[in-house]
């Protein structure tokens, strides 16, 4: 169980369109989601808390503007680059928060397997 | 700041080899310790660690978590190819209600035949 799927995996798009990427929990519903961007090498950094009905929580540093998150659906949320630029170029991952299968009161973090976004 | 620190960053070692990864980090409101393993795509889960001294172990991995001192171990005996990954450390911090995560910078291990 917990499964969380994104779509696109991979996606190339040129410098000023927007792209969006779709997070879904497959088998459980997730009133958190969270988006990650990691750079070549480096670790995961985390971009956004993105919660159901609500708007999302956006770190430090990070454009609220140029990266839309919705979270219209407990199992559906979505990253929005706006007006790509090459540096945007990264991999994106999302996680869906779910209680531990059978590890009472506690939550979990399962993660999607990814999208490898190039802007050129 | 909040912060999450491994070491080494990358590692290589022969195939039998027992290796331990390291993580310290500086948080507030600290809930828990756990590590990943990346290999490609998406991070798979390894252990969750919120009490100090117990180790938690699965085959050939094991972790344990010093709140005093405030680090981590993960530790792999008899390594094999497949072992090779990036290995994450990463803190939960806040409230139950946030589950927010801040990740180390990950350590690359290597394991040659």
């Known amino acids: 169980g917990a499964v969380v799927s994104q779509h696109p995996s991979w996606v190339i798009c040129k410098s000023g369109t927007s792209v969006k990427i779709e997070c879904r929990s497959l088998?459980?519903?997730?009133?958190?989601m969270f988006w990650y961007r990691q750079f070549p090498k480096q670790s995961l950094m985390l971009m956004a808390t993105?919660?159901?009905?609500?708007?999302?929580?956006?770190e430090q540093g990070v454009e609220k503007d140029k990266f839309l998150i919705n979270h219209a659906s407990l199992t559906l949320s979505t990253l929005t680059v706006t007006s790509a630029h090459p540096e945007d170029s990264s991999f994106y991952i999302c996680?869906?928060?779910?209680?531990?299968f059978g590890a009472g009161g506690s939550y979990e973090q399962y993660f999607g397997p990814g999208t490898r976004l190039t802007v050129t | 700041e909040d912060k999450v620190v491994q070491s080494p960053l990358s590692l290589v070692v022969h195939e039998g080899d027992t290796v331990t990864l390291n993580c310290s980090y500086e948080?507030?409101?600290?809930?828990?310790l756990l590590w990943y393993k990346q290999e490609k795509k998406a991070p798979t889960f390894l252990f969750m660690l919120?009490?100090?001294?117990i180790e938690k172990k699965s085959g050939r991995l094991s972790s344990i978590l010093d709140k005093k001192e405030l680090f981590s171990i993960l530790n792999i005996t008899a390594t094999q190819t497949g072992d090779s990954a990036i290995y994450l450390c990463?803190?939960?911090?806040?409230?139950?209600?946030?589950?927010?995560?801040?990740f180390g910078q990950g350590t690359t291990l290597q394991v040659k035949p």
């Open positions: 996680s869906a928060r779910a209680p531990r």
């Open positions: 088998d459980f519903q997730a009133t958190t």
């Open positions: 993105s919660n159901e009905g609500s708007k999302a929580t956006y």
């Open positions: 948080v507030t409101n600290f809930r828990s």
């Open positions: 919120t009490s100090s001294g």
């Open positions: 990463a803190t939960g911090i806040g409230s139950s209600n946030t589950g927010k995560l801040i």
